[in-house]
């Protein structure tokens, strides 16, 4: 990705976040040369990864495949200094913009629409091999407990929440002609780089094209205190 689009995407993200009443914390606007300037109070953010998350998921084709996320809260699982054993995401999700199939060996999490269009999520039961599964699949939506065919479409209108266990492929993307959707995700710690499993080869971190400085650096480009 070119970071001119990193920029606008991160502008326009942050602005839908406002209409739609979500406040971000302070440290999401630090500027590159503030975050120079920031000594080791502040390493619990560069440590558990907290802030902006632009991925196109290496497609290369941000529009269709791809997700804009900020990270509010996380700990490190084992690790004394960040003992907290939850994590909190707020999500953009664009209309038909897919985040691709996909499961965590250790997160359980809730994905939650917090406004805007409505959110499609695909889901399928893995097999032992970690393929997917042709099984019924048993989901709990905002505590009701729903048991839907493999490959089924559960849609989530603002305000509602589906709880995705672990070992649970699923895929998502928001409902064209509804509208962009504010997603949030309440879970266990959060790991990106070691409890991911893609259904297909996929690229977790966008290589970036230089073409302009950075209006905001993305929780894998803070500098060292």
Do not use: C
Request: charged residues 25%.
């Amino acid at each position: 990705m070119k970071r001119s689009e990193l920029n606008l995407r991160l502008k326009s993200a942050a602005e839908f976040m406002r209409s739609m009443q979500f406040q971000l914390p302070p440290f999401a606007f630090f500027s590159p040369a503030e975050w120079e300037e920031k000594g080791e109070s502040f390493n619990s953010i560069r440590d558990t990864a907290l802030g902006w998350d632009v991925t196109d998921f290496g497609s290369g084709d941000f529009e269709k495949v791809g997700l804009l996320l900020f990270t509010l809260r996380n700990g490190i699982a084992g690790d004394a200094r960040y003992p907290k054993p939850y994590a909190e995401k707020i999500m953009v999700v664009e209309e038909e913009q897919v985040t691709p199939m996909h499961f965590h060996w250790k997160k359980q999490e809730d994905i939650i629409n917090r406004g805007g269009g409505n959110l499609l999520v695909k889901l399928y039961n893995s097999t032992a091999a970690e393929t997917l599964a042709d099984t019924p699949v048993t989901v709990m939506v905002d505590g009701e407990m729903r048991t839907v065919p493999a490959g089924s479409i559960v849609t989530l209108v603002p305000g509602e929440s589906i709880t995705l266990t672990r070992g649970l492929y699923h895929t998502f993307w928001a409902e064209k002609g509804k509208g962009k959707v504010l997603a949030g995700e309440v879970s266990m710690t959060n790991d990106d780089h070691g409890d991911n499993r893609f259904l297909e080869p996929t690229g977790r971190f966008p290589a970036i094209e230089e073409d302009e400085k950075p209006l905001y650096l993305l929780a894998t480009e803070y500098p060292k205190a």
